[in-house]
């Protein structure tokens, strides 16, 4: 019975292809479509998803190629809603869109849910006197409103009309991806969202992209679609980068899913659509990224391409800071300090979290850029902590400070990336009330802790 | 008989590696915690409480960790498959190095990567600091021991 109302769909389609486009010609065709609500209760199988696939790929065509007229098409509540998807360049489709980009076609207009029932009501929906057009379009809004109640594999059909396969506009993939879902889903309202999604898709396709994702959740649950429906959630159209996570996706989701277990991927023309490869170019592209993160840490990197290469810097820079630890840790050793130095209590010390991701660079380099002050208090809380008896510094004495002093102009250099550190180590829990009370001035705005003048 | 002074030196040489030890014991432990919520952190913690004395330092194995050699200039035109174990070895070693590496994801692995060199560079930064405080110290206490 899938097979029936598919293969119907797709005869309808191969016609309408042919036509001019036209409304009339669209809506002989649509109205063939429409009449064939064939219930397919069972949920197709993996296999239908690329009679689906292809399924969409040809709306998409012809929705395109309608974009022409369409967009001359002036309809007071339609304007918007045509303009957008049509838009896009009907058949540019060669550029790849990566998945990383945002939809470079967002969505521009806002959801309507009531446009069906508006659009229904125009006489001249279409330009012109279409009344089968509106005739149907009711059939649709009604079909919408059943949508609405529960259906939403209808609604994700919607979207996928005026999207080509390969991801011509933004809403493409998404849309592509939710029709699958929709259909595979819910048997019998599926054939009706997709008949009223044909007749409607050029006004819905906004609402149902927007519409989808509320409700995607619910539609694709059934959906046993191996490939990456996640779009319905919000994050519909502009994130294309997610994991694709089909096979959780299927087994358990619920309606009120969290979107972020659904990964949108965008079928690049020319490549391979099945999920196997699409999940693959999605780790792929995620690897990547990752890397390239890895590339902005790792100094040095940036003229270095190449996976392998960047691996080795990478590898090569972990072991230098690792070899670096126990160097100093070494040196640490054997520095002859007052006998009542807890290293280890010092090295231990928690930092505070909420220094350990942020590079306070600004607040320090203006703090060291203070010069030698005659305050032990910072040393003294640097070195101190909670655990580690007197390190033989009184307040009153200079020594230390002096120290201190000489030592600032030949450090000075190291220290402004290190600084950070060095304030993190010195500053637990412990140390705020220290520091507070110490009361330093410019310390800078912020907040937290990590103030310190030298 | 042994010189004595040597014997002392010896000694205080031992002394030394037993506070270093200690004392990268001690860094590990605070670059563990300054990421507590991080699996390299979670790793690195069990790892150094499960046996305090004696702990695998990748840091002190010389072999190098790639066995391939790298080429110094990158093969654009290489086998597909070569390249592909190649980059699967270095992932490898990657995974050594990093603490907790060998149960994740080349991804995850890297995402994890990055927050541990992070935490590395601030270890590194507070020692060289505190190194350089206490030898600062030193100079000026140097007759104080």
């Known amino acids: 019975m899938d097979r029936d109302l598919f293969s119907h769909i797709d005869t309808d389609l191969n016609s309408i292809s042919y036509l001019s486009l036209n409304y009339d010609h669209f809506d002989s065709a649509l109205s063939s479509i429409v009449s064939s609500p064939s219930a397919a209760p069972t949920p197709p199988g993996p296999n239908d998803s690329l009679v689906l696939r292809e399924l969409i790929g040809r709306l998409g065509t012809i929705c395109n190629n309608k974009s022409a007229s369409v967009g001359a098409v002036d309809h007071s509540a339609n304007t918007s ?102 259909v595979k889903g819910k048997g019998k309202e599926a054939s009706l969202a997709s008949s009223g999604t044909v007749n409607s898709k050029i006004s819905e396709e906004d609402q149902s992209a927007k519409r989808c994702r ?27 980068e997610n994991k694709n996570d089909s096979d959780s996706n299927n087994a358990n989701a ?51 391409t190449g996976k392998a290469v960047m691996l080795d810097e990478i590898i090569n820079y972990v072991q230098s800071l690792q070899r670096q630890v126990e160097f100093l840790s070494m040196k640490l050793a054997t520095v002859n300090t007052p006998s009542d130095v807890n290293m280890d209590n010092l090295l231990q010390k928690d930092m505070p979290q909420a220094c350990s991701g942020s590079m306070q660079q600004p607040l320090y380099r203006s703090a060291f850029s203070y010069p030698n002050q005659p305050q032990v208090a910072p040393l003294n809380s640097l070195l101190a902590t909670n655990s580690i008896p007197n390190l033989g510094m009184q307040p009153s004495s200079n020594l230390p400070f002096d120290g201190f002093g000489n030592a600032n102009p030949q450090i000075g250099g190291f220290w402004e990336d290190d600084l950070q550190s060095v304030v993190q180590m010195g500053f637990g829990q412990n140390q705020e009330a220290a520091l507070s009370s110490q009361s330093f001035q410019g310390s800078g705005p912020s907040s937290s802790d990590m103030k310190i003048e030298l | 008989m042994e010189n004595p002074l040597s014997e002392a030196r010896q000694h205080s040489q031992t002394i030394i590696e037993e506070r270093g030890k200690r004392i990268k014991l001690a860094a590990e432990i605070g670059l563990a915690r300054s990421s507590s919520g991080r699996h390299w ?105």
């Open chain 1, 81 to 182: 809603c045509y303009s957008t998807p049509l838009s896009s360049p009907p058949k540019s489709s060669l550029h790849p869109l990566p998945n990383m980009n945002p939809n470079p076609n967002p969505m521009p207009f806002a959801p309507d849910p009531g446009f069906a029932d508006r659009a229904a009501r125009m006489p001249c929906f279409g330009g012109g006197p279409h009344m089968a057009m509106s005739g149907q379009l009711s059939r649709v809004s009604s079909s919408q409103s059943l949508m609405d109640a529960g259906m939403t594999g209808g609604v994700q059909l919607e979207g996928e009309l005026p999207v080509r396969e390969n991801g011509s506009g933004g809403r493409g993939a998404n849309n592509g991806r939710k029709r699958k879902a929709g």
């Open chain 1, 214 to 240: 509320p409700d995607c959740k619910a539609g694709e649950k059934k959906g046993g679609t191996e490939e990456k429906n996640g779009n319905c959630s919000e994050n519909n159209n502009g994130d294309r």
């Open chain 1, 254 to 304: 619920k309606p009120v899913e969290p979107p972020k277990d659904y990964i949108h991927v965008r079928a690049r023309r020319g490549q391979a659509t099945d999920s196997h490869s699409l999940a693959e170019r999605v780790r792929r592209e995620k690897i990547s990224e990752r890397m390239k993160l890895l590339q902005d840490l790792v100094p040095g990197c940036n003229k270095v």
């Open chain 2, 41 to 145: 952190a979670r790793a690195l913690r069990r790892r150094l409480y499960r046996k305090p004395p004696q702990r695998e330092y990748i840091v002190k194995n010389p072999t190098p960790l790639l066995k391939k050699e790298v080429p110094l200039v990158a093969e654009v035109v290489a086998d597909v498959a070569e390249e592909k174990e190649e980059i699967e070895d270095k992932v490898r070693a990657l995974q050594r190095l990093v603490p907790g590496g060998e149960e994740m994801e080349v991804d995850r692995l890297f995402e994890e990567t990055a927050d541990y060199i992070e935490a590395l560079r601030e270890q590194v930064g507070v020692m060289r600091a505190l190194a350089c405080i206490l030898d600062g110290m030193e100079s000026k206490d140097g007759d104080k021991l």
